[in-house]
């Protein structure tokens, strides 16, 4: 029998192992071999490390070093150790089961990880390094295969069977020699590498190799010789290497490569020193504005530095004087034909657009080959804003960072289409498609000119995870704070800026300044105004469209077209066919410019049908309002409750409005707002429930109505669901962001999406659930139920003071931060 057999037969002369039950093998390295097994007595999976048998004296003694050494350590980015015990023998330790596979196996999949995925994970894991040394312990093996990556994309660090106690203490006595190197080749420290006595910078080395090899996709100290890794450490300074995604800026390099340095002392510090630089890369802190003080110093300081730029000069020109023709009731078709004939490479992409389907319908047999037939088919607008275009592309493709420019063209680009789709009067559809290109001017040519200070601003509005050392994740900033704080001025100022010096139209410029407040609930009657909200729409939907994964695109898409469809004149449904046909035509746009998307480009999801998903059933589910009754009809007499219930959601609103002037308390408005909806409506109960940012759940606040102290605790709703996991209806709810009414709890559908906490006590047959959103990420949710099926009847107007309420509730949280 050889000897790599005897796990396997061990295992199977072993199906029963103490009181554990052997499941499955999950993996076996040369001293030991883990199994998935199950604990009966808590009734739990567990991961257990079965020592082979008859293991020397010394490999037992290692093995109960790493089972003390673990116990001490209890942190969420740790695996933990439960228990080590002998079993007719046998040796085992019995572990925390972390279902999903280590980092070795993400980066076969993925190879190489954006840059936000890679610091996050590794502050994961210096997060957990932190603790184990604050507790005395060198973990001396980090590397790929002992990170896990759990259900909820968190690393966490295993494997301690070589670790070391910082103080000396309590080593195995193999280890007890200083010449002796311990760890894995290509992770090794050099101090490590030369025998010398274990340290925590030990391990911030071996973490900073692992940072590189996800940014780079490739590994970083490698030799089919390992004695020759470890030679090159000691006699080398590892470097980061070049051309990595344009993600990974300067500062983020120089994080790395120190926790790459040779000599200890320029390295980090600690484990927490360089957690805390990855932490302030991701959300960087206030610092004083490119420019000097003030708008218009700021704005004179960028122009400046973008004049400084050899292309600005020639777009800006370029804008400028196409603007002027198609503005100018002297100028003829020929002067616009034979500007667009000066930049031959203009001439040719242009002419490749009007060729696609959208444009040649009503042009006739064959192709369009000429700009003066292609004017005179597509009108001035249109060749305008195709000419604007693709001024636009032309000065990005030769930019280091052409990709993420790239993909922000292609996002103005469907937002512009999509609002000419939306656009009610065909008159207006040209400018409609301008104003949506133009709407975000100022991000564009910041991603165009300061791509480091744009990629700043980036991650300072996306905070997803950011656990810094046990404190709280701080809330995502808004853009255009984000904007100003890194520039000296917003996004919208700066575009507005350049706008004014291009000489763009006062209506565009208009309806490039952001509109305040919540959506009307009526037709915006003003042509101005309605230009401005539906270039504010067009680009909300293509950052949700851009930022959101495509099965769950159509559910998010739909929830917007429902927040907007009223002021823009449409019902949700045109919202989303519009939404839908301006993805195709960017499609044919994209392949007729001979735009090529890498296979990781979120971009391409721009690109992807908006179509539901299989298991989407929450579509027929989304808040309508119900038929008014009539006084011929049955069951008129309630409609004195519905106007009663309107008066007192009006008044409500009225009375939460004036206390929102006046320096108010964020939670005596929530309060006012559920008593509001509890009064108004009779519900049984209304809970609020808010984010808890350690957990990224909502959870249960406080309410009002029948037994609500015993009821709010059990609200726990996740706002990730575990990759292969299917959202329940509350989970699904709060991630789409689309208002739902529940009519009837126990149809099939429905109760088989409940999850299992709304059993018993706390279930309703029928409940509202009203969720709450900042910068498009779920915060709070408020529940409303009744205990019948049917008993919850709403009416248009009804439907739209409970929004009202709703919006209330989230610009409090604004005003309150």
């Not at 060198?138 to 070589?162: C, E, T, W």
């Not at 004695?227 to 470097?239: F, H, K, P, Y």
């Amino acid at each position: 029998m050889q000897e790599d057999e005897r796990p396997a037969l061990s295992a199977l002369a072993l199906p029963q192992l103490g009181r554990f039950r052997l499941l499955k093998r999950l993996g076996e390295g040369a001293q030991a071999t883990v199994w998935l097994a199950h604990d009966p007595r808590l009734d739990r999976d567990v991961a257990l490390k079965v020592l082979r048998p008859g293991a020397e004296p010394s490999r037992v003694d290692e093995w109960l070093h790493e089972a003390r050494a673990v116990s001490r350590l209890t942190h969420p980015f740790i695996v933990p150790v439960f228990e080590a015990d002998t079993q007719d023998g046998q040796f085992y330790m019995v572990f925390e089961y972390v279902p999903g596979g280590t980092l070795v196996e993400k980066l076969r999949r993925e190879r190489q990880l954006p840059a936000r995925a890679a610091v996050e994970l590794c502050m994961d894991v210096l997060d957990g390094l932190q603790a184990a040394h604050a507790a005395g312990v060198v973990h001396r093996d980090l590397k790929p295969s002992n990170i896990l990556i759990d259900a909820k994309g968190r690393a966490r660090v295993m494997d301690f069977g070589i670790a070391a106690r910082l103080d000396g203490a309590n080593k195995p006595s193999s280890g007890s020699q200083p010449e002796r190197i311990v760890g894995t080749p290509g992770y090794l420290s050099p101090e490590a590498a030369q025998g010398q006595p274990p340290s925590a910078q030990m391990d911030v080395f071996a973490a900073a190799v692992v940072l590189v090899e996800m940014l780079s996709g490739q590994r970083l100290n490698y030799e089919p010789d390992p004695w020759r890794a470890v030679q090159r450490v000691i006699e080398q300074e590892l470097q980061v290497p070049r051309g990595l995604a344009a993600d990974v800026d300067d500062a983020l390099r120089a994080i790395a490569q120190r926790g790459l340095a040779r000599e200890p002392a320029q390295r980090w510090p600690s484990a927490l020193a360089m957690h805390d630089a990855l932490a302030e890369w991701l959300q960087p802190p206030q610092t004083e504005p490119l420019g000097a003080t003030g708008e218009g110093a700021a704005l004179d300081f960028l122009l400046r530095r973008m004049q400084h730029k050899s292309d600005f000069p020639a777009m800006s020109d370029a804008v400028s004087r196409i603007q002027r023709l198609t503005l100018s009731e002297s100028e003829s078709l020929a002067s616009l034909s034979n500007e667009i004939l000066k930049d031959v490479a203009l001439t040719q992409k242009l002419l490749r657009l009007v060729n696609t389907v959208q444009y040649r319908q009503g042009g006739g047999g064959g192709g369009i080959t000429t700009i003066s037939r292609a004017v005179a088919l597509v009108g001035f607008a249109g060749i305008r804003n195709l000419a604007l275009s693709l001024i636009l592309l032309e000065r990005m493709e030769n930019k280091a960072h052409a990709q993420q420019l790239r993909e922000e063209f292609l996002r103005s680009l469907m937002a512009a289409s999509l609002a000419r789709e939306l656009c009610l009067s065909p008159r207006e559809n040209e400018e409609a498609f301008l104003c949506a290109m133009f709407h975000n001017l100022g991000r564009a040519l910041t991603e165009f000119y300061f791509p480091e200070e744009a990629g700043q601003i980036r991650r300072m509005t996306r905070v997803e995870r950011l656990s810094l050392a046990g404190k709280p994740a701080p809330a995502p900033i808004p853009e255009w704070v984000a904007s100003a704080r890194v520039l000296g001025m917003s996004y919208e100022q700066l575009g507005l800026g350049v706008a004014r010096q291009w000489g763009l139209p006062e209506t565009l410029q208009a309806s490039m300044q952001r509109p305040e407040g919540e959506p009307p609930h009526r037709l915006v009657q003003h042509p101005g105004e309605r230009q401005r909200w539906l270039a504010h729409a067009a680009n909300d939907v293509a950052d949700v469209i851009l930022r959101t994964e495509p099965a769950q695109a159509h559910a998010r898409v739909h929830a917007m077209a429902q927040r907007y469809a009223r002021s823009l004149g449409l019902t949700a449904e045109a919202f989303d066919l519009a939404a839908d046909q301006a993805r195709q035509r960017l499609a044919q746009m994209t392949e007729a410019l001979g735009l090529v998307l890498p296979k990781n480009s979120p971009a391409l999801r721009l690109l992807a049908p908006l179509t539901p998903t299989p298991d989407d059933s929450l579509t027929a589910l989304q808040l309508q309002a119900t038929q008014v009754l009539t006084p011929d009809e049955p069951g008129s007499s309630q409609r004195l409750n519905r106007e009663l219930a309107v008066e007192t959601l009006a008044a409500g609103i009225q009375d939460i409005t004036n206390v929102m002037v006046e320096n108010f308390k964020l939670n005596e408005v929530l309060r006012m707002i559920l008593e509001t909806i509890y009064r108004a409506l009779g519900f049984r109960r209304v809970i609020f429930c808010l984010r808890d940012p350690r957990t990224e759940t909502l959870t249960g606040r406080f309410g009002l109505g029948a037994e609500v102290e015993s009821v709010v605790p059990a609200f726990r709703i996740a706002l990730r669901t575990p990759p292969g996991a299917q959202a329940n209806l509350f989970e699904a709810v709060c991630q789409r962001g689309a208002d739902t009414l529940i009519s009837d709890a126990g149809a099939d559908k429905i109760a088989e999406r409940l999850p299992a906490w709304y059993q018993g006590a706390l279930a309703a047959q029928s409940f509202l659930l009203l969720p709450m959103a900042l910068k498009g990420q779920p915060f709070a949710l408020i529940y409303a139920d009744k205990p019948l099926a049917g008993e919850i009847d709403l009416g248009e107007k009804e439907l739209s003071l409970l929004r009202t309420l709703r919006n209330q509730a989230v610009m409090a949280f604004k005003q309150s931060s």
